[in-house]
């Protein structure tokens, strides 16, 4: 089975500091891992993605991750958060081994960036 | 890259009439999609997957005859709420995977649509 842990619900973080937003994930083989945004009232938008090679990982709008294979984390980071960061975020995980390309994605972490 | 068009965006109607959603791949061939509900503030929750040609693969809890999908083409899935009532109000999300890996996100990346927010009075 394939599973993903956001572990908060919300982050608060000041303009011009660096955030994390944690994922942790659990596969029976080797993980693909995403991340995508949410905006109000809009559909999901694709981040970042490890599939295999560097562990770290960058992405859109300066966004970058770190996947850890010996602590299960793939943690997302931003090294200065900017207002219109603010958004809902999501990883995500497919098993490799999987026939299933279906990814089980987590609850959503809330990013607010405070002015 | 990948686009996929979800229409339409905001849908407002009384209890007991039924509503179509559409989702098209827009530059890509699509032959699976999915669909997806998100309550406030809460995760996605797949209802099903739409394969084209064939009947929809409904996860576990989900009601077919009320949430009919329909995948008739390479670029379009519909999904249609039935006999709609107000619990049936919330954001419905469709996606697609570029097999093909022609987007710059690759071919394991879901592309999804805007989200249709439905309103049952």
């Known amino acids: 089975a394939q599973s993903v842990a956001q572990p908060e619900d919300q982050v608060n973080v000041a303009e011009g500091n660096p955030l994390t937003v944690k994922c942790t994930y659990s596969v029976s083989g080797n993980p693909y891992l995403f991340w995508y945004v949410q905006y109000p009232n809009r559909g999901l938008q694709f981040l970042l993605k490890y599939i295999t090679g560097d562990n770290l990982v960058k992405g859109s709008y300066g966004f970058e991750a770190e996947f850890n294979k010996s602590q299960t984390s793939f943690h997302l980071k931003k090294p200065s958060a900017l207002v219109s960061d603010s958004a809902l975020y999501f990883c995500a995980v497919r098993d490799s081994l999987r026939g299933s390309y279906i990814p089980t994605f987590g609850r959503g972490t809330s990013l607010i960036v405070h002015p | 890259g990948a686009v996929v068009s979800q229409h339409p965006s905001w849908v407002i109607c009384k209890s007991g009439t039924s509503v179509k959603i559409e989702c098209r791949s827009l530059d890509f061939q699509a032959t699976t999609m999915f669909w997806y509900r998100q309550f406030p503030k809460q995760s996605l929750m797949l209802m099903a997957t739409s394969n084209e040609g064939s009947k929809a693969t409904y996860e576990q809890g989900v009601e077919k005859d009320k949430f009919l999908i329909n995948h008739a083409s390479l670029t379009l899935s519909t999904l249609t709420v039935t006999s709609a009532h107000p619990e049936d109000s919330s954001f419905y999300i469709c996606?697609?995977?570029?097999?093909?890996?022609?987007?710059?996100?690759?071919?394991?990346?879901?592309?999804f649509g805007a989200g249709s927010r439905l309103t049952v009075l």
């Open positions: 996606s697609a995977r570029d097999y093909t890996g022609r987007g710059s996100s690759g071919a394991n990346v879901l592309t």
